[in-house]
């Protein structure tokens, strides 16, 4: 994997993340609440170096139910703390003693009845609490960074966990294209994996040129906060406007069958990342996935600095579902990861 470009110069930081699970607080949230009646319990959990799917097994064989009754929202980080809700499917069935589950790492806060299944991508975002330790680094620089970060957003990068351990789900992508064949959770990893490595691709010379929060000719922009497109639309004023005001951002391609949305520049570099990767672009394309567009900057909320000694600081902020707090991270301190 070629190392992507920062947006901002480079992290002014290094750093220790996630020295221990703690250090990276994950707070689901929803987006909205459940109705308190239904078939579905959905039961927030505490989560503590646990991986998101083993969880929900665990859930299920001590339930004594199937694995698909069993729904959450989105992936969560392993190596973290993290707290999220999983639905659980008990139709004529009471609530069992949620508090005396016997799952290791695993705490649950509360539990709600609601009437459908969580789905994936369900929830509109999450907040974060994230705590760098050992930080050596020019401290006067860190802040003209967040101050940026907070005018202009980072790039939207995927982040290195979708790509598996030392790049194990691109591998899996690579046999997949070459005709293996792969059980069906392996092979949606490496689809995943495919079509992120090709929009980091884009991005990246979007970076490089210091055009991914600006606007070119066939841009293809996406509504703040929501998946909406619209476009290709050439920037006027009033786009330029939008744009500044972080109500619209610029979009780029998750790979798949049919045209490329976007026309003129924006369309030949995509293009050209795509011939450049041409083995995952006709693999996606084979994989029947319908192409799709990402928005290519990231702007966090809440954005909070705390110094909690001359080595340690916390990053407190919220991003909205999909995204990697990484992403941000990365452009703040150099934590080798």
Same mark, same amino acid.
């Given at each position: 994997m070629t190392p992507l470009p920062f947006a901002h110069g480079g992290p002014p930081l290094a750093g220790i993340l996630r020295a221990v699970p703690e250090d990276f607080e994950v707070d689901e949230v929803l987006g909205f609440e459940p109705e308190g009646q239904g078939e579905h319990a959905f039961v927030r959990i505490e989560k503590r170096d646990a991986n998101t799917e083993w969880v929900a097994r665990r859930l299920a064989d001590v339930l004594g139910i199937e694995p698909v009754a069993v729904g959450f929202s989105g992936l969560k980080d392993r190596h973290a703390l993290t707290r999220q809700t999983f639905s659980v499917h008990l139709p004529g069935r009471p609530d069992p003693d949620w508090h005396a589950l016997a799952i290791e790492g695993v705490r649950v806060l509360d539990a709600v009845r609601h009437t459908r299944k969580?789905?994936?991508?369900?929830?509109?975002?999450?907040?974060?609490?994230?705590?760098?330790?050992?930080?050596?680094g020019d401290v006067a620089e860190t802040g003209r960074m967040l101050a940026l970060i907070a005018a202009h957003g980072v790039p939207n990068y995927f982040g290195a966990q979708r790509f598996g351990r030392n790049g194990d789900n691109l591998?899996?992508?690579?046999?997949?294209f070459s005709g293996a064949r792969l059980g069906r959770s392996q092979r949606a990893f490496a689809l995943s994996a495919a079509r992120s490595q090709l929009f980091n691709e884009v991005l990246a010379r979007r970076v490089r040129d210091a055009t991914w929060n600006s606007a070119l000719d066939g841009e293809v922009w996406m509504l703040a906060?929501?998946?909406?497109?619209? $476009?290709?639309?050439?920037? &006027?004023?009033?786009?330029?406007?939008?744009?500044?005001?972080?109500?619209? +951002?610029?979009?780029? !391609?998750?790979?798949?069958?049919?045209?490329?949305?976007?026309?003129g520049a924006v369309r030949?570099?995509?293009?050209?990342?795509?011939?450049?990767?041409?083995?995952?672009?006709? $693999?996606?394309?084979?994989? &029947?996935?319908?192409?799709?567009r990402r928005a290519l900057r990231l702007r966090? +909320?809440?954005?909070? !600095?705390?110094?909690?000694?001359?080595t340690t600081l916390r990053l407190e902020f919220a991003l909205p579902s999909g995204t990697f707090a990484t992403a941000l991270v990365r452009e703040i301190c150099n934590t080798g990861e």
């Open positions: 969580l789905k994936r991508g369900a929830h509109r975002g999450n907040r974060f609490c994230i705590r760098l330790r050992e930080v050596s591998r899996a992508a690579h046999a997949l906060g929501s998946h909406s497109i619209f $476009g290709p639309q050439d920037h &006027d004023a009033e786009i330029l406007r939008r744009l500044g005001d972080g109500d619209i +951002d610029p979009t780029g !391609p998750l790979w798949g069958r049919g045209e490329l949305r976007s026309a030949e570099i995509e293009a050209a990342a795509a011939q450049a990767d041409e083995a995952f672009a006709s $693999g996606l394309a084979r994989a &029947d996935l319908r192409q799709e966090a +909320d809440g954005m909070r !600095p705390v110094w909690e000694d001359q």
